[in-house]
Nanobody
């Protein structure tokens, strides 16, 4: 059974930083692209950032470029999201996902339960 478990969310002031982690089990982690999505209240889930299985290629949504960084450690079956210069509009539940990658949520097969990130202005 596949499990993706996010951690690291919380409450932070605008301009602050958080580091999210997503620990995977039950799958061959190194064979999957990983992505982070987020969903704010009253809004649809949106793509934030993705990384290929090797970690060689990454893609970011425009609003987080230069502020967020995704990385992965295949030896630890973990993907990370470093979030700097946080803004109130980054407030959302953040989900990690494993799959074929790309911006389309439909290309991800497995999802975590989400972790809340709240940025106070």
């Amino acid at each position: 059974q596949v499990h993706l478990v996010e951690s690291g969310g919380g409450l932070v002031q605008a301009g602050g930083s958080l580091r999210l982690s997503c620990a995977a089990s039950g799958l061959t982690f190194s064979r999957y692209a990983m992505g982070w999505f987020r969903q704010a209240p009253g809004k649809e889930r949106e793509f934030v950032v993705g990384i290929t299985w090797s970690g060689r290629y990454t893609s970011y949504t425009t609003s987080v470029k230069g502020r967020f960084t995704i990385s992965r450690d295949n030896a630890r079956n973990t993907v990370y999201l470093q979030m700097n210069s946080l803004k109130a509009e980054d407030t959302a539940v953040y989900y990690c996902a494993a799959g074929r990658g790309d911006y389309d949520a439909g290309r991800y097969h497995y999802w975590g339960q989400g972790t809340q990130v709240t940025v106070s202005s």
